[in-house]
């Protein structure tokens, strides 16, 4: 008994025939699947610049928030925010206010350009 | 079934000939379907199945190495697809601790009931967890070789047979009395 019988019982299974369209229709969804276009590859070499670029813009930013906020850190609670390229930005600009509008500008810059950028790749043809 | 008319069907295939595909579906529709149907005990969903897998096999053919038989590579990913696709919709089981044993294994004449016997075993097959009854099904489908049970679930030979032996056990708990009463038909 025990594994004899187990095995004799599992292993008469009643064999399953294909029903007669099983085949024809199988192969009507291989033709499908066959007319199908092959996807298109995605384009790293058009994308590849524009990615170093936001990489590069992205690492830029991250070091100067973080050279930002050591000043921030350094300064007394009354005294100006001052990276020096923003307070000269915000000069040429004719802002001499609070520093929370250049960082408005700035955050505003690049969401135009990162915009313009994107756009400008999606309308070219792959 | 000849190995070298699959290679030499897959190898049209690749080469952009779709109707050779035909005649790897002819060679194994049955074995597919019939594996489908032991994991899912439903003759309709076992044909959609293995529509399925023929269709994924298709689309994956470039990815077959040469170092497998073909055959073992498409049941490797019919079993990964069956698998899958009865995790994702079950199909319908009794737990096993509602399977139940005839109430008269013994017929009145002292013979055994065989048909009754098989079907409760079976049951009790089907309501065994899922790893247990994978290996179960996949070894007797492959007619109790063990390496190829193992090829097609994608797991080491002593896993399954670990698993085999406690599917076993399982089994024997469940039906003891069934499983003990003599053959006397056969005597």
């Known amino acids: 008994m025990s594994h004899d019988e187990i095995d004799r019982i599992l292993s008469h299974e009643e064999e399953l025939l294909p029903s007669s369209g099983f085949a024809a229709a199988v192969m009507d969804a291989v033709r499908r699947e066959a007319a199908v276009p092959a996807p298109i590859p995605f384009p790293w070499k058009r994308a590849l610049p524009g990615l170093v670029v936001a990489v590069l813009t992205l690492g830029l930013v991250g070091w100067v928030f973080v050279v930002g906020t050591e000043q921030v850190a350094r300064q007394s609670a009354d005294s100006q925010l001052s990276v020096p390229w923003l307070s000269t930005l915000m000069q040429l600009l004719g802002l001499g206010g609070s520093s929370a509008t250049g960082w408005t500008i700035v955050a505003l810059v690049l969401a135009v350009v990162s915009v313009k950028f994107s756009l400008r790749s999606g309308s070219q043809r792959v | ?187």
Not at chain 2, 2 to 16: C, I, K, M, N, T
Not at chain 2, 149 to 164: D, Y
Request: glycine fraction near 6%; include cysteine.
């Open chain 2, 1 to 187: 079934m000849s190995a070298s008319e699959d290679q030499a069907d897959v190898a049209r295939v690749l080469a952009g000939e779709v109707s050779a595909y035909e005649g790897i579906v002819r060679r194994w529709q049955g074995p597919l379907i019939n594996l489908a149907y032991r994991f899912c005990r439903d003759r309709g969903r076992a044909e959609e199945l293995a529509q399925e897998a023929f269709l994924r096999a298709y689309r994956a053919l470039s990815q077959w190495r040469r170092d497998a038989v073909f055959s073992t590579w498409l049941f490797a990913l019919a079993t990964n697809l069956y698998r899958s696709e009865l995790r994702r919709i079950p199909a319908r089981t009794v737990p096993l601790e509602d399977v139940e044993e005839p109430r008269d294994p013994r017929a009145a004449d002292g013979g055994v009931e065989d048909d009754d016997r098989d079907r409760a075993v079976r049951r009790a097959v089907y309501a065994l967890p899922a790893k247990y009854r994978e290996a179960l099904v996949l070894f007797y489908f492959h007619e109790m070789d063990v390496p190829c049970a193992a090829n097609s679930l994608g797991l080491p030979e002593g896993t399954v047979k670990a698993r085999l032996f406690r599917g076993r056990q399982l089994l024997r708990g469940k039906l003891p009395q069934l499983l003990a009463a003599p053959r006397l038909k056969e005597a």
